[in-house]
T-cell receptor, first 119, second 114 residues
Framework: GAVVSQHPSRVICKSGTSVKIECRSL??????MFWYRQFPKQSLMLMAT?????????EQGVEKDKFLINHASLTLSTLTVTSAHPEDSSFYIC???????????????FGDGTRLSIL | GESVGLHLPTLSVQEGDNSIINCAYS??????FIWYKQESGKGPQFIID?????DKRQGQRVTVLLNKTVKHLSLQIAATQPGDSAVYFC?????????????FGKGTRLSVIA
């Protein structure tokens, strides 16, 4: 089945550091990928929709200059948390849909997330 | 806007019993629904999906029921096992292009008592 790989799985860094998270679709092409954020014991909140070859679409309240998204190829999207601060500590999860098979109603497949801890 | 919620935040069941997890959605334009299972420290794992033109869909030990009249769906797990312990999320998508993202409910933690 469709596999989404996310790297790194965990990052611990000092305040002010910029952190890049990679999301890859391993066995399918994804023109669209999604980035979610999840706080402990809470649900997934959509941050942005990443579109291959164009600008990402950010949800209301998500700072686009803070969370830089690049979708340079059909299998890779990156999320960069710039000048991270402790309040940015969270679980970041990417997702993609294999739109090449079966039309638009296909499940989104998720990576295993990146646990970001800012000291 | 779209919102998806759950009736029960926690559920404890005896091993071998059936589990039922409920979910309500608010947007009548939603036409695709998915149940995900999330284990600690991992991303959501697809369990089963259902389109709005269906009322019921069965998988291996799982059944999803959709009631569009009251905008409610449920996930039934037969013969619940310890490995089923996790947080379960329902998610929905509003009718549109394939780029429309999923909206997630709040999640229900299922604890299986051995």
């Amino acid at each position: 089945g469709a596999v989404v790989s996310q790297h790194p799985s965990r990052v611990i860094c000092k305040s002010g550091t910029s952190v890049k998270i990679e999301c890859r679709s391993l066995d399918f092409q994804a023109t669209t990928m999604f980035w979610y954020r999840q706080f402990p014991k809470q649900s997934l909140m959509l941050m942005a929709t990443s579109n291959e070859g164009s600008k990402a679409t950010y949800e209301q309240g998500v700072e686009k200059d803070k969370f830089l998204i690049n979708h340079a190829s059909l299998t890779l999207s990156t999320l960069t948390v710039t000048s991270a601060h402790p309040e940015d500590s969270s679980f970041y999860i990417c997702s993609a849909r294999d739109q090449g098979t079966g039309g638009p109603n296909q499940p989104q497949h998720f990576g295993d997330g990146t646990r970001l801890s800012i000291l | 806007g779209e919102s998806v919620g759950l009736h029960l935040p926690t559920l404890s069941v005896q091993e071998g019993d059936n589990s039922i997890i409920n979910c309500a959605y608010s947007n009548s334009a939603s036409d695709y629904f998915i149940w995900y299972k999330q284990e600690s420290g991992k991303g959501p794992q697809f369990i089963i999906d259902i389109r709005s033109n269906m009322d019921k869909r069965q998988g291996q030990r799982v059944t999803v029921l959709l009631n569009k009249t009251v905008k409610h769906l449920s996930l039934q797990i037969a013969a619940t096992q310890p490995g089923d312990s996790a947080v379960y999320f329902c998610a929905s998508r509003v009718r549109g292009s394939g780029n429309t993202p999923l909206v997630f409910g709040k999640g229900t933690r299922l604890s299986v008592i051995a």
